[in-house]
């Protein structure tokens, strides 16, 4: 017998969520995950979740747990060597440590922020990649929503 109340009960663009979530490459190699911990509770929409991520949500009824397979285009993007130049070190951001594979955050003429990673460093300049970290691989995306809010 219906309700008529399980049909407002799927994810929407802009639903708070609360979710078990697991991202590992393609071999099953994990990057991040809540089960087995506290769910997380997230606004779409906000930022928290990569849009391509979102899009996997949205129209997934509470209780559901799925699987996504997601190609690099439909994640994280490809790799593009465009988005990687070598800037001398004096004229990266001040106040930053600057290791090999470490983070560096640097500021938009608008304010914004965007980080790089230091892919090559020398005595005299950094190779700073501002690919996402996970570019140009394919993604396992396992979500349980547990509850909209």
Known sequence: MSTGHEASEVVRPGSLLT???????????????????????LQLGNGELAPTLEACLEGLPVGEHHVFLLKPQQAFGQYSAQLTKRFPLEDLPGGAAIELHGAIEFAAPDGSKYVGTVRELDANSALIDFNHPLAGKSIRFEVAVIGIL
């Open 19 to 41: 979710l078990h979530y697991r991202l590992a490459t393609a071999d099953d190699t994990e990057l991040v995950s809540t089960f087995g911990g506290n769910p997380s509770t």
